[in-house]
């Protein structure tokens, strides 16, 4: 033995390096027959020691393959055939690649775990669309927001609205927007939904049959999307009576109305009114704002503000006011 090598870094035996790796003695032993590990030195016994060095390559050995490198990725980087970086990147991309299966698998699971139902192929429907890139994703929504909009005058800003507007879907969803995914999945398959969503574009519609109307003395035609202006206006106006505490049958509400309605005349507040009352009693429902709240996360957005609160207050303000008409009043969300 190398007396001066000894005094300089104590070697270590087999068992010695298997305490401070917390390796089996049988792995170690297999690396160092395989000349991964090399020995320093023998000793008086024949037995294999280590120094320092041989430690510290056995630490970078046990990193590796717990990393889930081969054994012979293990020796390309300990030869320096090829660099850590390298071999990193290969397995980078391959663990990616298993997260997002993961991420699939769970998602279906969480789907099916969530839901009642058992008819045959509704599990293989809900692998399907889980698996579909974020075009066949957007390309159902599209689809479903035409079915939808349909011969309506107002269509292409109605469309815009359904399909999240510019925003495009991630091709690389998070868990989350996978989650929400397949819950969309479910209502753009669900035609009781879609006669829904369709009831709310018709009353959106602007024109005689339609609810949509100019709304805060806009004037008609000179608003690209009155729609929008609508939910804007009741977002802020409505919002900040709810935030107030604002009673719909106080005469501040009397006041919120005439601001929504645009202070019309006594001939044409009836007509506007019962357009606006129309379109509330169309938008009020759960899954509606469900929907909304879906896209939402699949776009990475914040979670819009609930109008279904908003909406009843207003179409209960909008009674209070017909009845100041002499109009009997009627519950929200029905008519």
Known sequence: MDGTHAAASPLLTI?????????????????????????????????????????????????????????????QVLDRESSVAEVAAVHLAALDAEIAALRLRRAVLSAIAAGDREEPGHMDRLHRMARLSARERQQIIDDFAARVCADLAGGSHLRERLTGGGHRLP???????????????????????????????????????????????????????????????????????????????????????????????????????GRVRARLDAGIDDRLERYRGL??????????????????????????DADGDGAAPQPAGRR
């Open 15 to 75: 068992g010695d390096l298997a305490r401070r790796t917390g390796l089996p003695v049988r792995t170690i032993r297999y690396w160092a027959e395989a000349g991964v590990v090399p020995e320093s030195a023998r000793s008086a016994g024949g037995h294999r020691l280590y120094d320092a060095a041989a430690l510290a390559r056995l630490e970078l050995v046990a990193t590796l393959r717990a990393l889930g490198l081969s054994h012979a990725e293990v020796r």
């Open 171 to 273: 091709d690389d969803p998070t868990q989350q927007q996978l989650d929400a995914w397949l819950e969309l999945s479910e209502l753009l398959a669900d035609p009781e939904f879609e006669r829904l969503a369709r009831r709310a574009a018709e009353h959106s519609e602007p024109g005689p049959g339609g609810g949509a109307t100019p709304v805060s003395g806009a004037a008609p035609g000179r608003e690209p999307d009155p729609h929008r202006r609508f939910a804007v206006n009741l977002d802020r106006t409505v919002g900040a009576a709810l935030r107030a505490g604002v009673a719909p049958h106080s005469p501040q509400a009397t006041e919120v109305v005439d601001r929504l309605l645009g202070h019309p005349g006594p001939e044409r507040r009836s007509v506007v009114r």
């Open 295 to 320: 896209l939402a996360v699949m776009h990475g957005q914040e979670p819009p503000v609930s109008r279904v609160a908003a909406y009843t207050w207003l179409a209960d303000a909008l009674d209070a």
